[in-house]
């Protein structure tokens, strides 16, 4: 059963719900929630301390507010500051977090915090899933893409040589709080990274809300605080309906990848550094999926058009960027590396059109080599 929402409301905050039964969680959205914070989280604590984790990007803008409103509710504030980056989401790191958070005499009745983007998020949840064998956590993300994606839904983890977040757990947090001024702080390649993950939703299954952006993506790229709201409330009820129906990725939730399993191998080729954030990369395997799709005579050409004028116009990229010379072999030989590979084959979301997407593995190893080659040599058209 829902909980009702905890702390203060404001009227310019949204609640969404994520129905899980008795692990249900509300999420928060809108401007002011980093100072209402402690008020929100007190109900759900089950002891006196908190831990927050964050980076070093993030710590000099927001942690002594944080640590400031978890006092004023009677929260004893700890933190520990990990650096910013991808590359922290590793074996290394996670063991020192652990370290810190049992040095700091970490309880199970301790609230662990996560205060970062997407990687903050993933490595303090996974942190949280496997300390004393689980304590209780929330998420605070400062990023767009965190705000509309990683935060929700559970899915906590790693990299390995192997490939992206193959070592992890489903660890659904208490709390979500998207505090829509943290995303005021973000350089404009940021917040695009982050604006991919919203456009996912659009050309997963809501059409016109697709529209909505291309209509209304440059205001809220440019800070508009009512199209940052509404994009993230709308992303937010779309995965949180997906993780209720299918919580472990058993089947629908699967969806939410839509671009990720190219997005991930171009991830992997670039070591999963600043040379290609995640949301580039999920944007150009998006072109990819629908490239495919078109190529497979499953979506007009059009639609994948449609999709690269529309990154094209916010400045995303649509194509495999220089002056890296990619190739095609090995970003197949990534993709083989995939966590949702099954029996050998990868499993790919492609689409019949804008808002029409779907499972499969049924997808000619030839097609796909032929349009990562065409892909790898900057001829990236395709006629339907």
């Given at each position: 059963m829902m909980p009702a929402p905890q702390g203060p409301v404001d009227t310019m905050t949204t609640i969404v719900s994520v129905e899980l039964g008795e692990r249900s969680y509300p999420i928060h959205i809108g401007p002011g929630l980093l100072d209402r914070a402690g008020?929100?989280?007190?109900?759900?604590?089950?002891?006196?301390?908190?831990?927050?984790?964050?980076?070093?990007?993030?710590?000099?803008l927001y942690l002594e507010r944080l640590e400031h409103s978890l006092a004023a509710a009677g929260i004893m504030p700890m933190h520990t500051?990990?650096?910013?980056?991808?590359?922290?989401?590793?074996?290394?790191?996670?063991?020192?977090?652990?370290?810190?958070?049992?040095?700091?005499?970490?309880?199970?009745?301790?609230?662990?915090?996560?205060?970062?983007?997407?990687?903050?998020?993933?490595?303090?949840?996974?942190?949280?899933a496997i300390l004393l064998r689980g304590v209780d956590f929330v998420q605070i993300p400062t990023t767009l893409l965190a705000q509309v994606d990683s935060s929700v839904g559970g899915k906590t983890g790693i990299n390995t040589r192997h490939g992206k977040n193959l070592v992890g757990a489903f660890h659904q947090p208490r709390l979500v709080l998207a505090d829509t001024d943290t995303l005021d702080t973000l350089d404009r390649r940021q917040v695009l990274a982050g604006y991919a993950e919203v456009v996912k939703y659009g050309l997963i299954d809501d059409a016109p809300f697709f529209q909505w952006l291309e209509d209304n993506a440059a205001r809220l790229i440019d800070g508009d605080l009512a199209a940052r709201c509404h994009a993230v409330a709308v992303s937010c009820r779309a995965k949180a309906r997906i993780v209720a129906a299918d919580e472990r990725e058993g089947g629908v939730r699967a969806l939410l990848n839509l671009g990720h399993t190219f997005g991930h191998a171009l991830e992997a080729e670039t070591g999963f550094s600043d040379e290609m954030l995640h949301g580039e990369a999920v944007a150009i395997g998006m072109v990819m999926a629908f490239r495919l799709s078109a190529r497979l005579g499953l979506a007009p050409g059009e639609d994948a058009?449609?999709?690269?004028?529309?990154?094209d116009g916010l400045g995303l990229p649509s194509g495999l960027p220089?002056?890296?010379?990619?190739?095609?072999?090995?970003?197949?030989?990534?993709?083989?590396?995939?966590?949702?590979?099954?029996?050998?084959?990868?499993?790919?979301?492609?689409?019949?059109?804008?808002?029409?997407?779907?499972?499969?593995?049924?997808?000619?190893?030839?097609e796909l080599a032929a349009l990562l080659t065409e892909m790898t040599q900057g001829q990236s058209s395709v006629t339907a």
């Open positions: 008020a929100l989280i007190q109900p759900l604590m089950r002891g006196n301390r908190a831990l927050v984790v964050t980076d070093d990007r993030v710590a000099p500051v990990v650096p910013a980056g991808e590359k922290t989401k590793d074996f290394p790191h996670l063991e020192a977090l652990l370290g810190a958070m049992l040095a700091a005499r970490a309880e199970r009745g301790t609230m662990v915090v996560a205060l970062g983007g997407g990687v903050i998020g993933d490595l303090t949840g996974f942190a949280a058009d449609r999709l690269v004028r529309h990154l220089g002056p890296r010379r990619w190739d095609a072999a090995r970003l197949m030989e990534h993709m083989q590396g995939d966590k949702k590979v099954k029996d050998g084959k990868v499993t790919f979301v492609l689409a019949k059109g804008i808002g029409q997407s779907f499972l499969t593995r049924a997808v000619p190893e030839a």
